[in-house]
């Protein structure tokens, strides 16, 4: 095979990216923890990860950038340097979208900068508002699942993608927002906002491959052609299901089987979606897929039948044509490469592992040491016996990634493994010996990762994230800190360490901020220096990401994967004469490679099911056949979309397009942003009224107005008027209701709205953010008047003047595997102080409670604990000196929680507030079974994805008022019908029955029917 690269695609150059560089960060000293930037310690908005350590924000310190069509909003000084580069890129981006859409934004997009991830990620919506959050880490470029270009002119093109075709409207639809004042997203407390959502903004209902796919073919054809509808790895994908025969799900099947029961979860809308957007362009025309995206007049709404009014058929049609195209072009392909004889291959387990990382061989013990990722499984580090194919669990990783699990480095005399945890927050970096399963945190939000161990003097090095440039780093024994060698410019993007057997040499993969990929090979003596990198080695292999290259035991020689055909094989890379070899021909792809002592490799084949550790002979190899791609196809047959290319943002007058700078001040910023008419009940009665809604564009700061009247039946005159008026910061909510309604009462048995008047302030802070474990405080405080029942039980006449509060924490660390519907593993505690006065008296409680699970060896089965127990103090006649207790309590329509019976005051079996008790213990056991998984019931807007059956049984001790003692039970069951309507919103259909007992004699059954929305 010649020494030059092959033609699977069309040719692309990356646009000239010119974004300002802050000096390097300061190095540590030896032994010095190491501690987040400034800027980490922010706060991210609402429902966004944030570091572990930092605190719900106190004040938002965001300055902001401006523009006619978007604000960017960052934190200064970390983040400043990016703003003429990101404003260019999204300007740049929103320039080309407006024209190819016919686009018309209806509000300004708001993008907000944030360093809360060690590894780079996106996302967009359209509802309420136009916004793009924007990570300023690195991403991930583990088999080249992302693009390799700057990340920032990349990630705009994409996300701007999302919000343009979602954005997109006609006359009607703005008559709606013009109505409603906005694009109301949907809110659980409004149903009624799952049809206005769709009124105003049509294309946010649709599937997620629908804008994934959309999305990466823009991207691809807006960077000339570079980017995954082009991508290798997305080929290889599907060569794979032509090889193994393994059938492609259909629209629906994807959506309710293939992004919860696969290996790659979500991602499989990105890959299916951005393959029939290819195959859309092929066939029919790039026109055509611009046609089907755009909201012209005449056009349809629902974006299956605007794809018929284009493309002349439905689209389950398309979808199947594409398969059997799919099948057809990947055989060609599979036929082209089996014209030279392929690489035996020897599997070493009898099903694919998922996702892998690095692993390293023992001799010792004839095992691989990794960590894995696989359906029905919680991700772990464990060992691969060679001899019998067994895995040994050694412990859970907590935020493992997706498809390099973490990041693990291996020291054969001391027999530990290292590697990471939070993986997409800030990384701990943590030691387990192999062979007796003990764990250690070394580092905690260090930021650091790519690790490998130097044999020689035993420190680890690694590649710290921050402020979006990546350091080198060194972590000394005892690793208790670490040195900062050296930090690299903007847009280089090194990946993939080793360290040569005797310490002298350091290799790694090294992206640029053109596009360029290659392996280095730099010595450690000069970076110890201080020096800056030097090259020993260089190997390129364009238009390819060389990856996963490793140090072979004479310390000359590396070993690694790239798809330089198109094809990811294994390449030998002599360092002294630079040469290269291929020395495999794989027809998916070899990854990840380990030389043996006997010469042989073991690798990674891709399959089906994910990445099978194999055992190979590597033998040169001259020649081998390249792939034909997708998307070369496209651009061979269509060559408009070569002329998609946006070009440089260099060339962007950001300075003449910007209005205004400054700080984000959520108080200037907020404004009406919907309101809208709506249904509630009051006492089961149908009221109506109108709602609106104030905020600023990132939610900080939220008012809710609910107004509303109850004419249709003899309510008291009194009573007929209802409010409800709600505002929110981060940490504070302020209420005042006046004859509380709620949506849920005209679907009774449990009641929400209560007569009388009530003021209440709350407030929240989270100690601990470090998913999935978290810490909350919280204190609430409320004044009512005018009651007739109490507010926290509905069949219990309380005080008509009543003054309460509570004061509490709680915490929470629960996981799931792939796969899984419901929490696994973990544990939890609360522990709540509340007290009431009223009736002339004082009336304290305590309340505390616990629940741990475990999995068990049936996958995605699980059996849980939850314990509770109280006690109230005060007059023992009143009864706002007791707890109460019964039911399921859930509604026939419903917003809380699916399985209430888990909950203090839910016992089923008994009717609501049946149960009263001075004092209590409370214990319900939980046995989850697997879910039933679904891939074709329904249509793609309302489908059935999943039935979840659980068991449990319960036991309440109380003590009355009046000291006797009861004891009760509770034997049901209870079935969840997950489902999916408007395409992307989830609702659960639960059914159940339980039985109650007292003191062992039977008391009734309780039938449970109940949908809960959102």
Known sequence: MPNTPPPPATTTTEPEIVPATPSPATPLPDATPPTPPASAEEKAPKDEPRPKSADRLAAIDLSLLRTNDLQILYFDPAQTYLIPHVGRSAENALAFHKKMFDWKPWDRVTILLKDFSDYGNAAARSSPN???????????????????????????NHELTHVATMDVSDTHDLGWRAFLHGKPMPVQEHPETILYNYLATPRVNVPRWYLEGSAVFMETWMAGGLGRAQGGYDEMVFRAHARDHAPLYSPLGLESKGITNDFQVGVNDYLYGTRFYSYLALIYGPDKVIDWLKRDPGSAGYYATQFRKVFGKSLDTAWHEWTIYEQGFQQKNLDTLAKYPLTPVTHLTKRGLGSVSRTFYDPKTNSLIGAFRYPGVLAFVGTLSLDTGKIRK?????????????????????????????????????????????????????????????????????????????????????????????TFDYGQTPFDLDISPDGTMISASLGEINGDQSVRVWKTADLLAGDTPTDVAKLE????????????????????????????????????????????????????????????????????????????????????????????????????????????????PLDALTTGTGKY??????????MYPFLTGYKQHVAVGYH????????????????????????????????????????????????????????????????????????????IYDPPRTLDLFADAAAYTGLEDLPGAQNIPGPSKLLSFQAGARYSNATQSLGAVDHEKGRGWELVLSGDYGNS????????????????????????????????????????????????????????????????????????????????????????????????????????????????????????????????????????????????????????????FVEGHYRKTEVLASLKIL
């Open 841 to 996: 008296s004082f009336f304290p409680k305590i309340e505390a409670g616990f629940n741990i699970g475990t999995p068990l060896p049936w996958h995605n089965s699980s059996l849980w604990l939850y314990g509770y127990g109280g006690l109230a103090g005060g007059k023992r006649d009143d009864p706002l000196s007791e707890f109460y207790f019964g039911s399921y309590r859930n509604n026939y329509v419903d917003d809380r929680a699916v399985k209430r019976y888990r909950e203090l005051e839910s016992f089923p079996g008994f009717q609501i507030d049946e149960i009263e008790a001075r004092s209590f213990v409370k214990a319900i056991g939980e046995w989850n079974l697997p879910p039933l998984r679904f891939a074709g019931i329904g249509t793609p807007s309302f489908y059935v994805s999943s039935a979840r059956p659980a068991l449990f049984v319960g036991v309440l001790a109380t003590q009355q008022a009046d000291r006797q003692k009861i004891t009760y039970e509770t034997v049901g069951g209870q079935l969840d019908f997950n489902f999916t309507v408007a395409l992307r919103l989830p609702m659960t259909f639960s059914v159940g029955a339980a039985s109650g």
């Open 130 to 156: 136009n916004a793009v959050l924007l990570d300023v880490a690195p991403l991930s470029q583990t088999y080249e699942t992302f693009s390799p270009g700057e990340r920032f002119f990349t990630l705009t």
């Open 541 to 652: 292999l364009p238009p390819s990401t060389p990856e996963s290259f490793v140090f072979a035991p004479d310390g000359q020689t590396l070993y690694g994967s790239a798809y330089y055909t198109g094809v990811s094989n294994i390449f030998k890379f002599d360092i002294p004469s630079q040469k290269w070899q291929v020395v495999s021909n794989a027809s998916t792809g070899f990854f990840r490679p380990i030389p043996q002592p006997d010469g042989s490799l073991i690798v990674y084949e891709f399959t089906g099911q994910g990445f099978t550790p194999s055992r190979i002979q590597p033998a040169s190899t001259d020649d081998l056949g390249t792939i034909q791609f997708l998307g070369a196809q496209v651009a061979a047959t269509h060559p408009e979309v070569k002329s998609w290319g946006v070009g440089s943002p260099a060339k962007v």
């Open 692 to 767: 609106f809604t104030f905020e600023d564009p990132l939610q900080f700061k939220q008012l809710n107005l609910n107004l509303s009247v109850s004419p249709f039946n003899d309510m008291p005159t009194a009573q007929r008027f209802h409010a409800d008026v709600e505002y929110q910061t981060l940490d504070w909510k302020f209420r005042y209701w006046h004859n509380l309604a709620d949506f849920y009462d005209l679907f009774g048995p449990v009641e929400r709205s209560r007569k009388g008047d009530a003021i209440s302030i709350g407030w929240k802070k989270t100690k």
């Open 665 to 674: 001040i959520p108080e200037k910023e907020r404004k009406l942003d919907a």
């Open 394 to 486: 050694l412990t859970g990783i907590k935020g493992a990634m997706l498809y390099s699990v973490t990041s693990l480095a291996y020291d054969p005399d001391s027999r530990t493994a290292y590697y990471t945890e939070d993986n997409y927050a800030f990384r701990d970096v943590l030691s387990v010996n192999v062979d007796t399963g003990q764990r250690k945190v070394l580092l905690r939000d260090a930021r650091i990762g790519e690790l490998v161990v130097d044999l020689k003097d035993k420190s680890i090095w690694g590649l710290r994230h921050q402020d979006g440039f990546a350091t080198l780093v060194r972590i000394p024994p005892p690793y208790a800190g670490f040195n900062q060698i050296h």
